[in-house]
């Protein structure tokens, strides 16, 4: 099977008899059988976080080492294969994200497995493992979609505790063209370094809300962190518990 060549996804039990019968490998012989070794350590220490399957998390590990890999999400009732290339700041799918981001299935998606990846990038010598190129679609859309939609409320692990943060550019890659007041909280950010207790006080916005900013801008190569800057601030009291009531 070549990682789903239908542009129907799989229904989440179709996915498991095909897995079980051993019909998921995709690339060849030459295909690889494990991640790099930087991006394992990376995956089997989100396995120790009590909230497992963050994708997310999983996603900004795949960013931080700039490492392929081929991620099955749960989306519903179906499996959606979405297969990251981080250099080349593009990821391959049968579905865009802009197909997938309609009623609530955004809020629910969780990993079920993260694998390497059975396509090559566009250009890649490889050509015979090069897909179809209208399956290659910008990782920044996704990237803000998984972000300001998904599970995850709070901000990532590598971006958290006492920081204050900064637009790195006067724009952030892929910026959404109308996001309301979290646009209006981007372009402050361009002349401002706030904690996050201080973003979050800002017109129209919340923790939640500007956890789930701070980790887009992240992804997407916008944001700078930093831990040592005067306005740096813990997070808000008792914000992860309120975090973990809601899960």
Known sequence: MADFDSSTLWRISAFERARDAGQLAAGGEDR???LPTTLLVDLQ???????????????????????????????????????LFPREFLYHSPRD??????????????????????????????HERVAGRERYHPLGPLLWAVALHGPRARVLMEISGRVAYRLVSSSARDLPPSLGALSSATVRLKNETASLKEIAQWPGLSVERASRLLNALYL???LMVSRSHPAARPEPMGWRSWFGRRK
């Open 220 to 222: 997407t190569g916008a």
């Open 32 to 34: 690889p059988t494990l």
């Open 97 to 126: 994200v802009s197909h997938m981001t309609a009623g609530a299935a955004m809020s629910g998606l969780r990993l079920i497995s993260a694998e390497p990846p059975g396509v090559k990038p566009p250009g890649d010598a490889m």
């Open 45 to 83: 220490q989100l396995q120790k976080d009590p909230i497992q399957g963050d994708v997310l998390e999983v996603i900004a590990a795949c960013i931080r080492n700039r490492e392929a890999a081929l991620l099955y999400l749960q989306h519903g009732s179906h499996v959606w294969p979405v297969t």
